[in-house]
C-alpha cells in the first residue's frame, strides 16, 4: 500500500517516520518547508513534489497541518486529483463543522474520509504511544485500525465524522484549562518563596496533579519556550472550543478567562512560542520567574 503524509512538522514529522519504522507501506510525503521533508526521506520516504501528486498516488493520504484554513486548502487538492475509493484521514485539529464539510467534498470525489486528531504532544507522537480519536464510518475506521495502531497507544472511535473534533476540542480546553491553573499555582508558590522543586512533589503526587502541570512545571524550570505546540494553535483550538460551546449554548465560566490570557500572551509576541508561554504573562506582571 501506499501511504502519502502531507505537513510533516512538529506532529506529523514524528507520526509519519513511525508509520515508515512499523510497517512496510511505501510513505510519500509532502511539506512546505524542505527541511521538514528530509527528516522523512532520510528513514525512508520518498519526497513528493505537491498535493495533488501525493494524492494521486496514494491509497492512504493523511494529512496534520496548522490552521483550519490549511486543511480546507490541502484536503480541496486531495479531493481534485486523488482516485475514487482513497481514504483521507485528517490528524488536525479542527472543528467539527469543518471535518463535516471536508467529507461532503471528499465523499463528492468517491473518497472516504476519517477525523483523527491526536493528543500527547511531541514526545507521545515520538515514542508512538499517541491517543487517535477518530470520526467517521466504521467500516472505513475497522480498515484503517491497523494503519493507525501502527504510530499511536490507543485508538477511539467515537463517531460519526465531527465527533473527533468534539473529543478534541472538549479535551484541549480541560488541558488549557488545567494549565492556566497550574500556572497560577506555581507563581503563587513563587511568590511565596516556597522550594519549587519540593511544591512539584508535592503536586505531582497530590490532588492538584495533572498533564498539564507536569509540563508547565518543567517548562517554566528549564525556561524551555520554544514551541514544541504553539501557543497559536493552543489559541485556534481554545477559539473552535468556545466556539462550539456558543453554538450549543453552554455559558463559559472558566475557559474564556484562559482565552483572554492566552490573549494577553500573543499579544505580548508569544504566539510562535510554546503553549507553556502563558506562565510568562503572570511572571512578566510580577516582575519574577518560576524557576528553582
Ligand atoms: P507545525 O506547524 O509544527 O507543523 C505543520 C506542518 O504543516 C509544517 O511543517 C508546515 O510547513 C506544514 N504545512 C502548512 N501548510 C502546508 C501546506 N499547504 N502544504 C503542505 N504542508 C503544509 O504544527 P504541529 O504542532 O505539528 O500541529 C499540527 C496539527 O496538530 C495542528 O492542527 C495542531 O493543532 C495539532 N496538534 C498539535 C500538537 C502539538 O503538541 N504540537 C498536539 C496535538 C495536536
Known amino acids: ?14 507520526m509519519c517516520r513511525n508509520i515508515i519504522r512499523n510497517t512496510n507501506h511505501d510513505v510519500v510525503v509532502f511539506d512546505l518547508n524542505p527541511a521538514a521533508i528530509e527528516a522523512c526521506t532520510d ?33 480541496a487538492g486531495i479531493a481534485a486529483s486523488a482516485k475514487p475509493g482513497t481514504v483521507y484521514v485528517d490528524l488536525s485539529t479542527n472543528s467539527p463543522a ?4 471536508v467529507n461532503e467534498q471528499m465523499r463528492a470525489k468517491g473518497v472516504q474520509m476519517l477525523e483523527a486528531p491526536v493528543s ?6 515520538t515514542d508512538g504511544t499517541i491517543v487517535i480519536m477518530v470520526g467517521g464510518d466504521t467500516a472505513v475506521f475497522d480498515a484503517q485500525l491497523p494503519l493507525l495502531k501502527s504510530f499511536s497507544g490507543e485508538v477511539v472511535h467515537v463517531g460519526e465524522i465531527g465527533m473527533g473534533s468534539v473529543a478534541k476540542l472538549v479535551n484541549n480546553m480541560l488541558a488549557f484549562c488545567n494549565a492556566a491553573a497550574a500556572a497560577e499555582a506555581l507563581v503563587i508558590g513563587t ?40 501557543l497559536d494553535l493552543a489559541h485556534k483550538d481554545l477559539r473552535l472550543a468556545l466556539e462550539l460551546a456558543d453554538e450549543l449554548g453552554v455559558p463559559g465560566m472558566i ?23 502563558v506562565i510568562r504573562v503572570y511572571e512578566q506582571a510580577l516582575g519574577k520567574e518560576v524557576r528553582p
Open 43 to 75: 528513514l525512508g520516504a520518498s519526497a513528493g513534489t505537491s498535493v495533488q501528486q501525493v494524492a494521486a498516488e496514494c491509497d492512504v493520504v493523511f494529512t496534520s497541518l496548522p490552521m483550519p484554513r490549511n486543511v480546507e486548502e490541502v484536503a
Open 191 to 230: 511568590m511565596a518563596g516556597i522550594d519549587l522543586r519540593k511544591l512539584q512533589q508535592v503536586i505531582s503526587n497530590a490532588s492538584g496533579n495533572s498533564s498539564a502541570f507536569r509540563n508547565i512545571s518543567e517548562k517554566a524550570f528549564n525556561r524551555e519556550f520554544a514551541a514544541t505546540f504553539a
Open 1 to 14: 500500500m501506499k501511504v502519502g503524509f502531507i505537513g510533516v512538522g512538529n506532529m506529523g514529522g514524528p
Open 120 to 125: 500527547g504532544g511531541v514526545p507521545r507522537a
Open 98 to 101: 469543518t471535518a463535516r464539510r
Open 255 to 277: 475557559a474564556p478567562q484562559v482565552m483572554n490570557l492566552m490573549r494577553i500572551a500573543r499579544a505580548k509576541g508569544m504566539g510562535g512560542d510554546d503553549s507553556s508561554s
